[in-house]
T-cell receptor, first 110, second 112 residues
Framework: GQNIDQPTEMTATEGAIVQINCTYQ??????LFWYQQHAGEAPTFLSY????GLEEKGRFSSFLSRSKGYSYLLLKELQMKDSASYLC???????????FGAGTTVTVRA | DGGITQSPKYLFRKEGQNVTLSCEQN?????MYWYRQDPGQGLRLIYY???????QKGDIAEGYSVSREKKESFPLTVTSAQKNPTAFYLC???????????FGPGTRLTVT
């Protein structure tokens, strides 16, 4: 099974940087995903890490350390539209199912 | 346009009634999934199907049933046996072993 932890809420100022941490314990790891979800809407894919290191995609970057069971999502140059919930999800090695954390609600203030 | 559709967006039912939520995809994906989301919680897997005519229970399958008679369709029935059916239900699909799942817009079910 999977046990995934991430902070419940974070607040930051427009133009700033925010880092959302995710720790996990898993019986079989086959990749970590980050999704963005605006209130009442479907999650949308942001990033995928399966090897250690940093993946950069525009203003968003995601980091993975498999030995530490740790990932973070870095949001740079925050905009008001980045106010959303960010979900960390781990994929199981054996059946490819995703297990999701409870999500981190990020509020961007002017 | 390829994508996943769920209907209806909002659904209201009386306690004791079964209700079926629709999920259709035209992405030619093999795998389809149903999740439930409650306020302040992450997505929890109800059922998933990796191939037509086959499906597996997820973490919270009790009180739910599914069918996968066609590749494009994966309807979810919320039965009267589900103790707390009011929730936001999300359907997703992916090619088998693909890196990401694509989500439909969701159905918000309210049972009173």
């Amino acid at each position: 099974g999977q046990n995934i932890d991430q902070p419940t809420e974070m607040t930051a100022t427009e133009g700033a940087i925010v880092q959302i941490n995710c720790t996990y314990q898993t019986s079989g790891f086959n990749g970590l995903f980050w999704y963005q979800q605006h209130a009442g809407e479907a999650p949308t894919f942001l990033s995928y890490n399966v090897l250690d290191g940093l993946e950069e995609k525009g203003r968003f970057s995601s980091f993975l350390s498999r030995s530490k069971g740790y990932s973070y999502l870095l949001l740079k140059e925050l905009q008001m539209k980045d106010s959303a919930s960010y979900l960390c999800a781990v994929r199981d090695l054996n059946d490819y199912k995703l297990s999701f954390g409870a999500g981190t609600t990020v509020t961007v203030r002017a | 346009d390829g994508g996943i559709t769920q209907s209806p967006k909002y659904l209201f039912r009386k306690e004791g009634q079964n209700v079926t939520l629709s999920c259709e995809q035209n992405l030619n994906h093999d795998a389809m999934y149903w999740y439930r989301q409650d306020p302040g919680q992450g997505l929890r897997l109800i059922y998933y199907s990796q191939i037509v005519n086959d499906f597996q229970k997820g973490d919270i399958a009790e009180g739910y049933s599914v069918s996968r008679e066609k590749k494009e369709s994966f309807p979810l029935t919320v039965t009267s046996a589900q103790k707390n059916p009011t929730a936001f239900y999300l359907c997703a699909s992916s090619t088998f072993r693909q890196t990401e799942q694509y989500f439909g817009p969701g159905t918000r079910l309210t049972v009173t």
